[in-house]
Every structure is written in C-alpha cells, then in structure tokens.
C-alpha cells in the first residue's frame, strides 16, 4: 500500500510538473502583458463650410510613462499630424478623406521610423433610442514607410490597412443651442486589421485582428467653437513573437518562447479642438466628437 502511495505521489508530481512545463513553454499560448501607462494629448483645429462639410487639422503627440527615451523629439515618443475633409450627403451618412504624418510610429509602422497613411472613410450616425446616437466608421488606408533604416525592417514599403469603429454617445444640452454649453458621454470600440489580399510563403504569420481599442469619454463642449475632451482608453496589440530556442537535457533545440502576444496599452488622452464658424449660422450642421 505503501509503495502504491509512493508510485501515485511520483506520478502526480511528474503530471504537474509537465502540466507546468506545458503551459510555460507552449508555442500555441497567448501571452498578456500590460504596458506601462501611454499619454495622448491632441491639439485640433476644425474649419466649418458653409455645405455642413467640414476641415480639419489635428496635432497629436504620444508618450509612455515608462523610462527616458532618447529619441524623443518635443517630449514624445510619437509625434502625428492629419489633415482631414469630411463630406455629408445627409444627416445619416458622410465620406471623407484623411492624410496622417506619423515620426517614429510605434503600433503599427513598425520599431521606428516615419509614416504617411492616405484613408479613405465612410461614416454613418443614426438615432436610436433615449436621445442616444449610435456610429458607425469604416477605413481602409495604405501606409508608405519614410526613413526606412530607421525601422530596421526588411518587409515591403506600404500596407494596407482596414478600421472599423463603433460608438454610441449623447449630446446633453447645459445651455441653450446659441450659447453651446454641452457634456458629450461616448463609448466606442475600434478594430484594425491588416489586409493582405495575397499572402506569399515566406509572409510572416498575423493575427485576424492586430489592434483594438476600447475608449470612454466625456467631451466638453464650453462653446460653438471650444471643446474640450478627456478619454481613457484600453488599447491591445496583437502579435505572434518571433520562436526562440534552447537546447534541453539531451541536446535538442526545443522552442521556449514565442507565439501569440497581446500587449495592453491603457492610455490617457485629452483633445482641445478649436471650431471656426461662418458668419451665418449652418442649418442642421452636424458636429462630430472629437475622435474624428
């Protein structure tokens, strides 16, 4: 009985030891890890038409918290600037098109480096229910790599990229239309993925989905023309890490590291937009929130 009890004490060890081994150095394993807290303060500057389209400009800076980095430039990690047209064929459905500069972009361009991504939107806001407003925004964009020995990657010059956005906000009046005193709660979720229409064989493998974040807000409207927006967001990158080996008891290269990553970015961002009205009142002008 004894040497029975012994026996099933060595084999549940070896068990739970190979359970652990399993778990720790399984290639198929998703591994999370939380980044250190990301800053994004953005500076807008919208020009309102007389047709209810509109122009923008947008200057947005990004930082993370976490040790001094050397090729900061104005204090941030990433700097971005996107010049924005967006036109409304009714209350329902708008399209645009966005041109985005981006230096030493981190999420998706890669290590380092600089970016120009041309986009093409479409838009679409309903009503819904309890003075609610639920939104809708597809992209598809292509990236054009700058400064490409600063990425250190030998991949191709450009991808293209497909977003989608949903969100659902209110707009809760404080003072009257003229005076513009408004809250704008808002709570929107976006997926970016990588379009790849023919993948080669020696292609990197990727995940269906490389990048969502999940976003709450409170925009502040003080005026027609000042508003004032500070977000939280969830952010996650999804990767597969490059394998990495080492030799084991008899020699044997086996793979200890490696496969599918989520990075989660939380992140902390505040957009001031400034609005230049024209002299006449537009009728029935829609103003986007912030997260254009």
């Known amino acids: 009985m004894r040497y029975l009890l012994a026996v099933g004490a060595l084999l549940a ?3 739970a030891q190979a ?36 122009l923008l400009l947008a200057v947005r800076g ?5 040790g001094v980095q050397s090729a900061r430039t104005l204090g941030f990690d990433t700097r971005r600037v996107a010049a924005t047209y967006e036109h409304f064929w009714n209350k329902n459905w ?27 939107l479409l838009r679409h806001r309903s009503p819904i229910f309890g003075g609610l407003t639920f939104g809708q925004r597809l992209g598809v964009e292509r990236q054009f790599y700058i400064n490409r020995n600063l ?16 969100d659902v906000e209110r707009l809760i009046l404080l003072s009257s239309e003229e005076m513009g005193l408004a809250l704008r709660p808002r709570l929107s979720y976006a997926a970016s993925t990588h379009l790849r229409f023919q993948k080669d064989t020696n292609d990197p ?39 990495q080996y080492q030799p084991d008891a008899s020699g044997t290269l086996v793979q200890v590291q490696g496969g599918r990553t989520n990075s989660v970015y ?23 929130p912030t997260q254009h």
């Open 151 to 166: 990425v250190g990657s030998t991949g191709p010059d450009g991808q293209f990229w497909g977003r989608l956005r949903v």
């Open 205 to 243: 493998d990727e995940r269906t989905i490389q990048f969502t974040s999940l976003r709450g807000e409170v925009g502040v409207r003080l005026s027609p023309a000042i508003d004032l927006t500070p977000w939280v967001a969830y952010q996650t990158q999804y990767g597969i890490a490059l394998p």
């Open 94 to 120: 708008s399209w645009g098109g966005t041109l985005r500069y981006e230096s030493n972009a981190r999420f998706e361009a890669g290590s380092g480096g600089d970016m120009l991504a041309p986009e093409l």
């Open 266 to 288: 939380p992140t902390l961002g505040l957009d001031l937009r400034f609005t230049l009205l024209p002299s006449s009142p537009i009728a029935g002008r829609q103003q986007l």
């Open 62 to 66: 990004e930082r993370s918290t976490t």
């Open 19 to 54: 359970q652990t081994t399993s778990a720790t150095y399984n290639p198929n394993a998703t591994r999370r890890t939380v980044q250190a807290l990301e800053l994004w303060p953005e500076l807008q500057g919208e020009v309102a038409l007389r047709n209810g389209d509109y």
């Open 13 to 15: 060890a070896s068990a």
